[in-house]
T-cell receptor, first 112, second 113 residues
Framework: RKEVEQDPGPFNVPEGATVAFNCTYSNSASQSFFWYRQDCRKEPKLLMSVYSSGNEDGRFTAQLNRASQYISLLIRDSKLSDSATYLC?????????????FGTGTKLQVIP | EAGVTQSPTHLIKTRGQQATLRCSPISGHTSVYWYQQALGLGLQFLLWYDEGEERNRGNFPPRFSGRQFPNYSSELNVNALELEDSALYLCASYRDDVYNEQFFGPGTRLTVL
């Protein structure tokens, strides 16, 4: 089983739609979780951190379910500019040890 | 606050040559991560440097190496280049705090001919 798994997509959705991505992780000791956005041939950019209580930033909502070991990202009212690849990131940290694992990404295409 | 910088933007080499890639982290960040992203693939962890020391490395052969300087900037060296080393090499700056977030530079696109 991969350490971090994402549905690669692509998810093709019309403008205005709501779309949700899930990401599962295998290590229950993982502590920090993030969603990054990567545009074609560009570097990943931090979209939002994911907190246990869930967090929202405008049209974006992130949730963490530790019991089932998955995180989710919900995008409401999709815009054309939301088209990108969304990367799930899981961070394990213990003392001086740290491991950051990226998912392979879910591609979103918002259609006019 | 200046972001993460990487140089060069593009690098073209031939098989067997050596490549040196550079990264400067955000001021105040002491950790640098290096990743390889081949075309159409996900990010593969290469190396992690913190406070001048290599803390961890991914599943890459020893010809991938690097170092971190006293000012926390970093170099990635790839020796004996192979065609499959062609990729986008990304550097991420990280500050060890409660947020544990990484911030990426624009990357160096390495092409091996």
């Amino acid at each position: 089983r991969k350490e971090v798994e994402q549905d690669p997509g692509p998810f093709n959705v019309p403008e205005g739609a709501t779309v949700a991505f899930n990401c599962t992780y295998s290590n229950s000791a993982s502590q920090s979780f993030f969603w990054y956005r990567q545009d074609c041939r560009k570097e990943p950019k931090l979209l939002m951190s994911v907190y246990s209580s869930g967090n929202e930033d405008g049209r974006f909502t992130a949730q963490l379910n530790r019991a089932s070991q998955y995180i989710s990202l919900l995008i409401r009212d999709s815009k054309l500019s939301d088209s990108a690849t969304y990367l799930c990131v899981v961070n394990e940290k213990s003392g001086g040890y740290q491991k950051v694992t990226f998912g392979t990404g879910t591609k979103l295409q918002v259609i006019p | 606050e200046a972001g993460v910088t990487q140089s060069p933007t593009h690098l073209i080499k031939t098989r067997g040559q050596q490549a040196t890639l550079r990264c400067s982290p955000i001021s105040g960040h002491t950790s640098v991560y290096w990743y390889q992203q081949a075309l159409g693939l996900g990010l593969q962890f290469l190396l992690w440097y913190d406070e001048g020391e290599e803390r961890n490395r991914g599943n890459f052969p020893p010809r991938f190496s690097g170092r971190q300087f006293p000012n926390y900037s970093s170099e990635l060296n790839v020796n004996a280049l192979e065609l499959e080393d062609s990729a986008l090499y990304l550097c991420a700056s990280y500050r060890d705090d409660v947020y544990n977030e990484q911030f990426f530079g624009p990357g160096t696109r390495l092409t091996v001919l």
